[in-house]
């Protein structure tokens, strides 16, 4: 019985000290996604049109107004703005205009990927072994195997 306590003791400090790295690592995240690109609600404009186009998939203002939750009056005016400020461009196709990120901001995050990847790699340096084999069926070693250093990043 004791034992028993003794792990779901030890599981829980586990998830605790997961749950604040993983909050960690989102703030630092968001300080770098804000400082890119200004306001919350428009890095999460940005980051949405990003991974549509990353998929394949363009948005426009009322299909993003969907997947955002957003009014499109609202949308009208960041998107105004944000293709001002040089991050996105209307991406005109037949009679429907499309958002889409400038060539500039796919650069801007390739460059903060690299150290998205940094960030990831520092948190899970090997500072606390959480068993993640118990977790998700794999080592600390394999899981950031699959983020090689990238050497020319620098």
Request: charge should be neutral; proline fraction near 3%.
């Amino acid at each position: 019985m004791q034992e028993k306590v003794q792990t779901d003791s030890a599981h829980l400090d586990v998830r605790a000290e997961v749950q604040a790295q993983i909050i960690e690592c989102l703030n630092r995240f968001y300080a770098m996604e804000t400082g890119m690109w200004g306001k919350p609600i428009d890095c999460l404009i940005i980051r949405t049109v990003v991974q549509g186009n990353l998929q394949g998939k363009l948005y426009d203002l009322s299909a993003l107004s969907e997947v955002l939750d957003l009014p499109i009056s609202t949308l009208h005016r960041k998107i105004g703005q944000l293709v001002e400020d040089g991050f996105l461009r209307r991406h005109p196709v037949g009679k429907s205009i499309y958002i889409a990120p400038t060539d500039q901001t796919c650069i801007s995050l390739d460059k903060s990927f690299d150290a998205m990847v940094d960030t990831l790699r520092r948190l899970y340096k090997g500072d606390i072994d959480f068993a993640a084999e118990r977790f998700c069926g794999a080592n600390q070693a394999a899981i950031l195997s699959a983020f090689p250093v990238r050497r020319d990043a620098r």
